[in-house]
């Protein structure tokens, strides 16, 4: 009898993934792409002050898990994974990748993935790949990670871009996944983790994770306008309001809020064309300002509504 457990000894993920730490910022994290449906829910793993993991081929989470625990206490990432490879009895039909926090890498390619199959490693870098067009696709992306500007995760892009470019996976493209946390942790993983984006299912998924990139950039300002609030910088505040406006011209939410700070702060005139164009865009900001006086976000003065509902 076919032993199957032996055959498929986990999911037959095939895809191309990169894991890494930023030497500048210590931020630790994965990218990657598939055809499989919703890979970002599969293959990434990341902890801040642990490390990163991509765990594919055919796919085991507990080098996820496992692996993330055992760096978690300190333990360098090629002993993490030596040793998890040596418990594994499907050893030969997986594809690992992984990074801790002090930027240790180690990778694994068994020879039962699905070729063509192949990884390369860096200095605080490592990418895998399987059902790849060519070896291009593994070769490609470490060069245009280390290349790449800006932060973590658009360098990530830039190895994916690259890898696509090289051919990508064999049978095409479906999903992609992209985690980041901090290098250290602080206790609050909900402060812990930068960036958690995920396409499930998109003709483009590379596209549309830029697309989403650039979406949580102007709500992470807008997150450092509450924070210049919390701190009484009602100017550091509006100014990250606005650039958050400039980079999503077209989303109410972006327009409506600095114009909320305004009149708080009794500059009304300022503040009106902020909710003409909430209201032009979205209508149903209308009825939200209603509510606002009732939860002390805006005064409570009858005249002062009217004029800003006038607006619409």
Excluded: N
């Excluded at 999911?11 to 931020?27: E, F, H, Q």
């Excluded at 990434?44 to 085991?60: L, R, T």
């Excluded at 039962?112 to 490609?140: I, K, L, N, T, Y």
């Excluded at 549309?208 to 609030?229: H, I, P, T, V, W």
Aim: net charge negative; hydrophobic share 45%; glycine share 12%.
């Amino acid at each position: 009898m076919t032993d199957f457990r032996r055959l498929y000894p986990g999911l037959p993920v095939c895809c191309y993934s990169i894991v890494a730490r930023d030497a500048a910022t210590g931020d630790l994290g994965v990218a990657t792409q598939s055809r499989w449906f919703s890979i970002g829910t599969v293959v990434p793993w990341a902890e801040a002050g642990a490390g990163a993991v991509a765990s594919q081929g055919f796919s085991d989470g507990s080098y996820g898990a496992l692996g993330l625990e055992a760096m978690r206490t300190g333990a360098a990432a090629p002993d993490v994974l030596a040793r998890l490879l040596a418990a594994d009895g499907g050893r030969d039909r997986r594809q690992v990748a992984m990074v801790d926090s002090s930027g240790r890498v180690a990778v694994h390619t068994g020879p039962g993935c699905f070729p063509p199959a192949g990884h390369a490693s860096g200095d605080g870098w490592a990418v895998v790949a399987s059902m790849a067009r060519s070896e291009a696709v593994w070769r490609e992306m470490g060069p245009a990670f280390e290349s790449a500007k800006g932060p973590i995760a658009e360098r990530f892009l830039a190895a994916l871009d690259a890898a696509e470019a090289a051919g990508g996976e064999l049978r095409g493209k479906r999903s992609a996944g992209l985690v980041v946390v901090r290098g250290a942790s602080s206790g609050k993983t909900w402060l812990d983790r930068v960036c958690d984006l995920r396409v499930e299912d998109s003709p483009e998924p590379l596209l549309e994770m830029r697309r989403l990139l650039e979406l949580r950039a102007a709500f992470d300002l807008m997150g450092s306008g509450q924070k210049a609030l919390e701190r009484g910088d009602l100017e550091g505040a509006l100014a990250a309001c606005r650039e958050a406006g400039v980079m999503l011209p077209d989303d109410a939410e972006m327009a409506f809020w600095p114009g909320v700070l305004l009149v708080l702060a009794g500059r009304l005139e300022e503040a009106l064309p902020h909710f003409r164009s909430a209201f032009r865009l979205q209508p149903s900001w209308v009825e939200i300002t209603r509510t606002l006086p009732s939860i002390g976000l805006l005064p409570d003065d009858p005249d002062l509504l009217a004029r800003i509902l006038a607006e619409a």
